[in-house]
């Protein structure tokens, strides 16, 4: 009786003890699918903060200018973890960006965070064996930027709101990029809420992301384009009086109502006569002035990390005459970015070749060795060099005898243009784009001072300045 | 006798062997927590000391007693749990460290008083009402007077002591279940009543089934503790079915547990937030779902090898060194270490099976059968929540989780589960 009863419990006994271990060792698969074939979606998720306190115990890497001059580094908290420090501090506020555990990142510290905390490193998967190289720090980020022109065109600016885009044309490296009002990135974490809500908008980074009227700079890429279409040669004389009608109601006039006479293209770009450019757009039409604009890139993103904001077009099939006589000199709706005019400015100075823009030389480990390295490329061509080479002749005109004087440097041959862009939000636009030395182009640059008035006065002078440190 | 004595002595040595390598994993992980953060303490290490000395002295009293013939593996198997979970109280947090060695010296001590108490397990059948009382009692201590502590409230507090009494409550219901079984099981399979197609004992014998599944189906409501629930009534169903050898009993018991459930999900907004987050954690992470979805970022954050102990990020599990602790590992000692945990765990539970099929008292069979069923069940419960393998419930982590009431209980279980294994005759391998 009695091993009756045990051999059914027996019996029972197996085939629940069979279940239970058979429900564990599914579980045992489960985990295995969650840890291992679910790794890298759980790991990588956006709510997974483990990267940022990862990143935060590592030492980052160092982010230096073109001549090693340091701009960012990261120096021990006395809590075991890592604070960033910024010698340069608003100077390179929106180029170097800041790092905050609260605020997030912006400018290169956003773009290569992945190499300068070292977190993108493959040999991750390792797990524990890791941490035999895990107190290293990060890679250092080389800039293009020149600290001391950097510094320069920052201080040009003075307390004006605007921005300074300077590029080596031949290159396409960004050697100075300013936006002002500016921020500390030292400070962030304390001065966010006055940062973050101040009218003038410190933490937008102008010089890609603040969109204006090019005013009067864009003839110069109008002048090509007639050139171009042999709408024009540098015989061809027009007749200014001061003012065109077009259609029944509109009239273009001069900035300051006066009448430039009898004038050929590069005597009406050096005087920035709207009349002849506004004669010359119509000339151009609605099709050949958006295929301008299309040749010049103001169409096409950068794609890469210099997050700039795409430029505004005006629907060219759309535009009434008078529209379109003012999107030829740079008003209208058409808005752009300062460093679509810094590099417009480039292809004249780099034979109608334009060269991608470009902010990081070179990502090196900290025991030196090079893990990236930029090479200069070429964008576009949007001009031939014998039509840009005429160009560069017309802007060497408008510095030596016309808007443009405020650049004149001794013993230096510059090319530029002025603009005075009108706006709905005050006071004209100040703008300066050019290069120099016209001969030997090291340096092309746009300048534009928000609300700054003419910008042959305000805008050329800060201009000066800037070549006069880079070509020192 | 000469052949007994050989066999005895290769148990002796298994055991040793084997509780010298768990206490090398304990030594190890402490040394690496230490080492990594910097803060090697003479106190821990004479803690430690102190720690292996007790189990070593604990094997070496029960290889020398009377009895020679317990299983070999049970102890160290325990001790390298032991040694992982003091090794992650240590990381996780260094300040009770102190406080679970007292418990695990505590839990020892237990283990060995248990030994040797149960030794006389058949005597304890003729109390087998007191046990279902006392069990009974506790659960409802816990349902009356619980207090929430950690987002459970099945904490019940005595001036200084505070305890979970459904730790303890479990071995006295799992004792009065198998009195009560081995005398009734005749009646249980035979004596049934036709209700049209479905073939039921008179109601008079599933009368304690039903009252384990209302406590079962209260412990629910009240306390919102799904796991006890399950566990107790997963505890009761087996062991009918065990008993009895009916699969309706089974059948009948999932019926009435998806009847309750069910009438709880459509009643009670916290069942409905426990399902939805199971069902769907991401539709909500960072509000209800967080626990969990920060314990699968720890999972799978650790991979295969884990990030290295102190090198992960478990403090952003909430209550990650009791209900969590196993993702901790994971994180930490990635699959490798979860994996032995879980692989631990399914050994000791065959175990337990294995003790209770070389045992020949019926009693005892299903005391072995119920400890084994209830250790499966809670391993079960607490991986499958922390995996949303299975939805989340309460439960700690038995050796593992920092925890004064799961470590004695559980010891006080295993105790049982080695005074059976002795009464295994002499020749079984």
Known sequence: MHLNITDKFYKNIRGVAFSLIGLLVILFFYLAYVQIIQEDFLANHPLNHRALELAAKTQHGTIVDLHGEKLAVSIPDGSGGFKRKYPYGPITGHVVGYDSAKYGKTGIESTYSGDLTGLNNPLRHLGPITSIWKNQPGNNVGLTIDARLQETAYKALGTKRGAIVAISPRTGAILAMVSKPSFDPNSIDQSWDTVSQAADSPLLNRSVQGLYPPGSTLKVMIAEAVLAEKIADRNRIFNCNGALKIGPDYILTESNHQAHGKINLEEALAVSCNITFGTLSLELGRNRMEKTFERYGFNRPLGNDLQELSSRLPDFSRLSDGELAQTGIGQGSLLVTPIRMAMLASSFANQGIMMQPYLVNQVTAPDGTVVKRFTPKKWLQPSSPQLADIIKQMMITVVNAGTGSGTRLSGISVAGKTGTAENPHGASHAWFIGFAPADDPQIAIAVIVENGGSGGETAAPIARQIFAQALR | ?429
């Open chain 2, 1 to 429: 006798m000469g052949l007994y004595k050989m066999m005895d002595d290769s148990l002796q040595l298994q055991e040793r062997g084997l509780l010298l390598i768990a206490s090398l994993i304990v030594i190890t992980g402490v040394l690496a927590v230490s080492l990594a953060t910097n803060s090697l303490d003479s106190k821990i290490l004479a803690l430690l000391g102190c720690l292996i000395a007790c189990w070593l002295s604990i094997h070496l009293i029960l290889r020398h007693s009377s009895h020679r013939n317990g299983d070999p593996f049970f102890l160290p198997l325990a001790v390298m749990l032991i040694g992982i979970g003091l090794t992650m109280v240590l990381r996780l947090k260094p300040a009770l460290f102190l406080y679970q060695s007292i418990w695990v010296i505590a839990g020892l001590f237990c283990f060995l008083f248990s030994v040797f108490f149960f030794r006389h397990l058949e005597q304890l059948s003729q109390y087998k009402y007191l046990c279902g009382m006392i069990g009974i009692v506790l659960l409802l201590i816990a349902i009356i007077f619980g207090v929430d502590i950690g987002g459970h409230r099945s904490w019940v507090i005595l001036g200084p002591v505070r305890f979970q009494p459904s730790e303890f409550a479990k071995i006295f219901i799992i004792l009065f279940l198998a009195a009560y079984l081995t005398e009734r099981h005749e009646l249980l399979t035979s004596a049934t009543k036709h209700y049209g197609p479905l073939v039921l004992p008179h109601p008079r014998f599933i009368a304690p089934l039903l009252a384990i599944w209302g406590l079962a189906m209260v412990m629910f409501v009240v306390q919102r503790d799904l796991g006890s629930a399950l566990l107790y009534f997963g505890i009761t169903i087996i062991m009918v079915y065990i008993a009895s050898g009916r699969l309706t009993y089974v059948l009948l018991g999932i019926i009435l547990f998806f009847i309750g459930s069910f009438a709880c999900y459509k009643l009670y907004a916290h069942v409905q937030v426990r399902v939805d987050i199971w069902l769907n954690p991401w539709a909500d992470p960072n509000g209800k779902a967080y626990q969990i979805v920060q314990s699968l970022f720890a999972l799978g954050s650790g991979g295969i090898l884990g990030s290295g102990l102190t090198y992960g990020f478990p403090q952003m599990i909430p209550e990650v060194h009791t209900d969590f602790i196993f993702a901790a590992i994971g994180e930490e000692l990635g699959f490798a270490g979860s994996s032995a945990v879980l692989i631990s765990y399914i050994l000791i539970i065959y175990r337990a099976f294995k003790a209770a099929l070389e045992t020949i008292n019926p009693f005892s069979i299903l005391v072995a059968a119920g400890l084994a069923v209830s250790f499966a069940l809670q391993i079960f419960l607490i991986i499958g929540g922390v995996t949303k393998f299975f939805p989340l419930t309460g439960i700690t982590l038995p050796f593992v989780s920092y925890g004064g009431s799961s470590m004695v209980a559980n010891f006080i279980l295993l105790g049982m589960l080695f005074a059976i294994s002795e009464e295994r005759p002499k020749h079984a391998p």
